[in-house]
């Protein structure tokens, strides 16, 4: 289908009257906002049909993507984008007297998620389907997303995030497709034909409905499906009336229970022991999904011997995990399929990414809320256990830590990460780095048992979004320099390199970043009422905030570098405009604390008339992806800077180095790979390596109390936080940092790399002030970005994990 401008106009006009019995001269933004995505939706529906029908023809291997967090952003302009129809519909809705970006304003953004994770996963979805890859989302369609965040006094505070109340335009409800997904209950035992079989009793029902929205690939007509479920209660109110006999309050609490499941994402990046709701969102989503794809697989008319040449199911962390005894549960219990086949056909179906190394990420469960609000899955994974102690038991036959440590459940805990590896065919990290500390170390003993499972699939991007959404400006310079190959294949970018040195094309990209950086400056503007110098270098730390990603150490430099400018009013330095974005855990008190640091530091330092011109502090409020989008493409400086070993691999690093800012970077995660794309000319490394902070905690010998009394300037920060200084921070709230700092070690050795950080942010300032060289820096750096689309690392998932097709159809 051609769909030209006129087209769009014709269709939008009769959408308005259609759906509001508007004229468009007389519709609103949003009217124009919903009834242009009711069209886009259109457009994409045929591409899903046929999309859809054409994999059932070929009967191609199917991918499904689970993860308990989708992080999409807005979706108005991707579609159009992917549809390949973005330039005809700003042009026609500009005819039509609208403006394409007042219209996204109005979206809602789905907040699905909490940061990396989720938005990988979106990265993702957006390059399977670019790529032709039969491959789809699933996941929960939770009714609140993340929180949004606001700052009183300096305080985050939570507000529930309502994405749904003026409806969502993009999906479509499919309750002929729902599912019923069994909690709690009772197992029995029955002999049927001479074979134990094992049913389900007085199990309370929830009904799984599935709410699909299209993925559109990149002009190529394949639209995949994202499938989130919805939780409700199974069947009508009367059923429920009459199966509550009558009892009004039994039944209103028990919907309340049932849509408690899809109500609202977990905000914590930490521990979810003890969480049975959260438990529950697990299972409804993985049985749901499992139950989805086995019906689907059934249609093909083939044995189940050949499921796992058929389908491909990826575990996006441990959270899904129950995938392995769900499929289990299904094989054996409704196919009357053996344990042994069963478990060949489980194991070679799964896959698992493993996000974090940090110890305390691990997702385990007590057995007991396993066994309780799962009783049939948890035999499974008992059996399941069982069996794999028993080959451990043969191994190592005096080594009982060893077996502990490795088996699915110990200690009366359900471990999921070896839950996630036993029952998969490959396990992989998201760097290099990453995956060599999980076979070297956290993961070791299942490295040697099952070497051939482990593998690295370094993450990616979509330079969909981060590079020709979010960037046009450079979008259009790049075409008008190498042409238009490097929008389907990004690597082609690496041909920029060639004009680092030629002055019109380094003119065009400081104008670029300028105009960046002043569109940039105006929103900080109109949300946080401080004007910003475009001049002045946008050093950028935006991201989930966590003590080991070192917000604090930054907060800190800024604190001594304002000391500095006290103490030398000539100070030659850049001015610098600090730009933080960054939500914490509800309960997680350092982290609030130290946004209470931050945002202290900014109001003394941004009103005191001595610094004015040199140094500003912004910390945005409510960080998203939307807002990421406006952010990183103004960026200078893009701070990477967690402690080496804890950042698996980082995405952020790698949208900020496609728009043209310099790294400023510990050697962790992925910065390491950007390091070794770009060269060490083009990046700005320091710090401790990740050998050398694991050898600390495994052998100690670090005293940050040492490093305090030793160094002066050190020392005047840190005290800083105590001794009333920054007047807006509170004793309690200083003196909680500061314990974190001294009393207890500082544990993710801020105070160790202080120095050379201080260094390298020198370094900084010092390159910066070169013009030529700094936009030299930034061309190679755009230019080497290529490596890091997540269109290369899907295809490295298509080949070497899933064994899928990429689109040959299209
Ligand atoms: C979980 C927890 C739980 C306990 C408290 C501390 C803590 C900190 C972080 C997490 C995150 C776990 C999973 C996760 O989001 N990992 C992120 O995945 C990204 C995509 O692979 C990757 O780029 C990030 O480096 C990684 O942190």
Known sequence: MIITKEKIKNDLKDKLINHYAVDINEATNFQVYFSLGNLIRDYASRGWIYTNNSYVKYKEKQVYYFSIEFL??????????????????????????????????????????????????????????????????????????LFEQRFIDGHQMEVPENWLKEGNVWEIRKPDKAVIVKFRGKIDWIK????????????????????????????????????????????????????????????????????????????????????????????????????????KFKKLGLPFSEFSEKIAIHINDTHPAFCIPELMRILIDEENISWDKAWEITKSSISYTNHTILSEALEV??????????????????????RFCNVLMRLYPHNQEKINKMAIIADSKVKMANLSIVGSQSVNGVAKLHS??????????????????????????????????????????????????????????????????????????????????????????????????PSSIFDVQVKRLHAYKRQLMNGLQILDLYHSILENPNLDIQPRTFIFGAKAAPSYYLAKNIIKF????????????????????????????????????????????STASKEASGTGNMKFMMNGAITLATLDGANIEILNEVGDENIVIFGLTSKEVLDYYEHGGYSSREIYHRNHRIKRVVDDLINGFIPKLSQDEGMDIYNHLITYNDEYFVLKDFEAYIKAQEKIDMLYKDKDKWTEMAIINIASSGQFTSDKTITSYANGIWNARMGEHF
């Open 365 to 386: 469960w007590p057995s007991h809320m396993v066994s309780e609000l799962l009783p049939r899955i948890y035999m499974i994974i008992e059996e399941i256990n069982r």
């Open 436 to 533: 060599e500390i999980l076979k070297n170390k956290e993961l070791k003993d299942f490295y040697e048992l099952y070497p051939e499972k482990f593998n690295n699939k370094t993450n990616g991007i979509t330079h969909r979004r981060w590079l020709m959404l979010a960037n046009e400006g450079l979008t259009n310079l790049i075409d008008d320099t190498i042409g238009t190959v490097w929008k389907r294949v990004p690597t082609d970018l690496i041909r920029l390199r060639e004009y680092r040195n030629n002055p019109a094309f380094c003119e065009e990209i400081r104008k670029i970043k300028r105009g960046n950086k002043e569109k940039l400056a105006k929103i900080i503007l109109d949300k946080n009422n401080i004007k910003l110098d």
């Open 192 to 295: 049927e034909d001479g074979e134990l079989k094992f049913v389900h009793k007085n199990y309370e029902p929830v009904l799984a409905v599935p709410y699909d929205t299209p993925i559109v690939g990149y002009e190529n007509s394949t639209v995949n499906n994202l499938r989130l479920f919805s939780a409700e209660i199974p069947g009508s109110e009367y059923d429920l009336a009459s199966a509550c006999h009558g009892d009004y309050k039994k039944i209103l609490d028990y919907k309340y229970s049932v849509e408690a499941i899809s109500q609202v994402l977990y905000p914590d990046d930490s521990s979810d022991e003890g969480k049975i709701l959260r438990l529950k969102q697990e299972y409804f989503m993985v049985s749901a999904g499992i139950q989805s794809i086995v019906r």
């Open 598 to 641: 931050i945002n202290s530091i900014a109001d003394m330092i941004n009103s005191d008339p001595r610094v004015k011109g040199m140094i500003k502090i912004v910390f945005m409020e409510n960080y998203s992806v939307t807002l990421a989008q406006s952010i990183i493409p103004g960026a200078d400086v893009s701070q990477q800077i």
């Open 72 to 145: 999409m952003g807005k979706m108005l302009k991707a579609n159009l984008l992917n549809i390949g129809i973005l330039k005809e519909c700003k042009e026609a809705l500009s005819e039509l007297e609208f403006d394409i970006d007042d219209l996204e304003k109005l979206e809602p953004e789905p907040g699905l998620g909490n940061g990396g994770l989720g938005r990988l996963a979106a990265c993702f979805l957006d390059s399977m389907a670019s790529l032709a890859i039969p491959g789809h989302g699933c996941g929960i369609r939770y009714r609140y997303g």
